[in-house]
C-alpha cells in the first residue's frame, strides 16, 4: 500500500510542528553564528504575510515550509525543512514543488529564499538549483553575510 502524502495550511499550534521548529531553529544555530540565522520563530510564523504548510505522510508530520509576501509579485521560500526521519524521500522537493505552484497561483513573478552557505546546506543549494533558482544579492532586509546564501528565480 502506498503512503498518502497531504499537504495543507497549518495554524502551527500542534506539538509536532512545533517541535520540528524547534529543530530547525536549533539547526540552523548549530551551523551559523546567531546573527546569521534567519529563520521564523512560530509567532512570526503566523503572521498574516506568511503562510505556512505541512506535508504529513499517513497523517504523520514529515517537513513543513512556508511562503513569504514580499510584494504583490514577489514572495519568499521560509522554514523549509523535512523530519530527519523522512529524509532522502523526496518530501522537500514535494513541498518545494507546492509552495511554487502557491506562489504561481498568487500572481508572483519572482519567488527567493535565504539560507546558510555552510556545507551541511549545500543539499539544500542543490535541491533548489534543480529546480532554477540561482544565487543572487541579497533582497528585502537581508545583508551581505558570509554565511548567508541568497537565491531566486522567475515563476
Known amino acids: 500500500m502506498q503512503a498518502q502524502i497531504t499537504i495543507a495550511e497549518d495554524d502551527l499550534t500542534g506539538a509536532d510542528i512545533v517541535a520540528l521548529l524547534r529543530y530547525h531553529l536549533d539547526q540552523m544555530v548549530r551551523h551559523s553564528p546567531i546573527c546569521s540565522v534567519h529563520a521564523f520563530p512560530v509567532e512570526r510564523l503566523r503572521a498574516p504575510d506568511v503562510s505556512f504548510y505541512a506535508l504529513r505522510v499517513d497523517g504523520q508530520l514529515a517537513a513543513c515550509g512556508a511562503l513569504k509576501q514580499i510584494d504583490a509579485s514577489h514572495g519568499e521560500l521560509k522554514s523549509m525543512r ?41 543539499a539544500a543549494h542543490a535541491l533548489y538549483r534543480k529546480h532554477g533558482f540561482s544565487e543572487c544579492p541579497p533582497f528585502g532586509d537581508y545583508t551581505e553575510d558570509p554565511f548567508s546564501l541568497c537565491m531566486t528565480r522567475a515563476l
Open 82 to 122: 523535512t523530519d530527519p526521519k523522512f529524509l532522502r524521500r523526496g518530501l522537500g522537493e514535494a513541498m518545494l514543488l507546492h509552495l511554487m505552484a502557491e506562489a504561481r497561483a498568487r500572481g508572483y513573478a519572482r519567488l527567493s529564499l535565504e539560507t546558510g552557505k555552510p556545507e551541511p546546506f549545500h
